[in-house]
């Protein structure tokens, strides 16, 4: 079945980084846009980065543009998201999906703070 394990998530100091990622299996990956999403504590869950099937173009919410990079390796079934620069702002949940079959995966905790 459909599956997607993320990892990569932990504590961070203010101006860290981090790489996130997510390995997928029971699907065709290399046929599917992935995207990664954040919830925070009290607040929706939002959209934070997109990559097509080929790996371009990719999307990125404003509010982590220049900071955070999506990308994948189809033959390691494997999205990526490096985290740079990080926030306090940026802590949450932060979870892998498919968009067109509407399956999330778990989450990792993302949590930036001194």
């Known amino acids: 079945q459909v599956q997607l394990a993320e990892s990569g998530g932990g504590l961070v100091q203010p101006g860290g980084s981090l790489r996130l990622s997510c390995a997928a299996s029971g699907f065709s990956f290399r046929s599917y846009d992935m995207r990664w999403y954040r919830q925070a504590p009290g607040k929706e869950r939002e959209l934070v980065a997109h990559?097509?099937?080929?790996?371009?173009?990719?999307n990125y919410a404003d509010s982590v543009k220049g900071r955070f990079t999506i990308s994948r390796d189809n033959a390691k079934r494997t999205v990526y998201l490096q985290m740079n620069s990080l926030k306090p702002e940026d802590t949450a949940v932060y979870y892998c999906?498919?968009?067109?079959?509407?399956?999330w995966g778990q989450g990792t905790q993302v949590t930036v703070s001194s």
């Open positions: 990559i097509t099937s080929v790996g371009n173009p990719t």
């Open positions: 999906m498919i968009p067109s079959l509407s399956y």
